[in-house]
């Protein structure tokens, strides 16, 4: 069973960077895709940026050049490295796994805030 864990949300000042994390417990055998969404007040949850386990990587147009998708060698750990934040960029940020299988996993979440 795997778990997913996020970290490292907050409050900052437009233009500062924040560096979201996910945490995976469980096995990591079968997962090919790994995904960052957000969810913005009374908006559909969007996606951010996806990688597969080829390494194929993508953004939303929105966050292109601004945001940077990673795992650390393990593959233990996802980031979402987000520079040069803007208000619109306010949301609860979630990591989401899939695997062969197309069972989807979830974070719980974590809340970014961007606001001077």
């Known amino acids: 069973q795997v778990q997913l864990a996020e970290s490292g949300g907050g409050l900052v000042q437009p233009g500062e960077s924040l560096r979201l994390s996910c945490a995976v417990s469980?096995?990591?055998?079968?997962?090919?895709?790994m995904t960052w969404y957000r969810q913005a007040p009374g908006k559909e949850r969007d996606l951010v940026a996806t990688?597969?386990?080829?390494?194929?990587?993508r953004y939303a147009n929105s966050v292109k050049g601004r945001f940077t998708i990673s795992r650390d060698n393990a593959g233990n750990t996802v980031y979402l490295q987000m520079n040069n934040l803007k208000p619109e960029d306010t949301a609860v940020y979630y990591c989401?796994?899939?695997?062969?299988?197309?069972?989807?996993?979830w974070g719980q979440g974590t809340q970014v805030t961007v606001s001077s």
């Open positions: 990688m597969t386990a080829a390494n194929d990587i």
């Open positions: 469980g096995s990591m055998a079968g997962i090919i895709v």
């Open positions: 989401n796994f899939r695997d062969s299988g197309s069972a989807d996993y």
